[in-house]
């Protein structure tokens, strides 16, 4: 959960201004680069932790190699998600936010 609030909480930094969050490529891009290494990070670092008894350099290192594959796998999927959900889910999200009066800056 933190990797995922983390990769959140990078992309609203990045896409705080309204003018590049308009453009599907780029949320997808950032959405799926922040996904490989941020959340990829969080998770390895985590197995490293359960997983390994004597840290030394090539444990840590085996452990992070063996994480390159599904990292990789996990930010191109969340991309390509991102790329088709984008714009549907910025509608939703402007809607509730002018509904409800959220994040109204005075």
Known sequence: MLGMGLVGFFCGLVFH????ASSRIAVS???GLLCFAVYGLVVDSCSVLMMVTEFTPEAVLSVYASGLTFNAIHGITTAILL???NKPMTDKFTRLRKKYGIFEYE
């Not at 201004?17 to 590049?20: L, R």
Request: hydrophobic share 50%; net charge positive; no cysteine.
């Open 17 to 20: 201004k309204k003018s590049y």
């Open 29 to 31: 891009i950032v959405g």
């Open 83 to 85: 790329f088709f959900i």
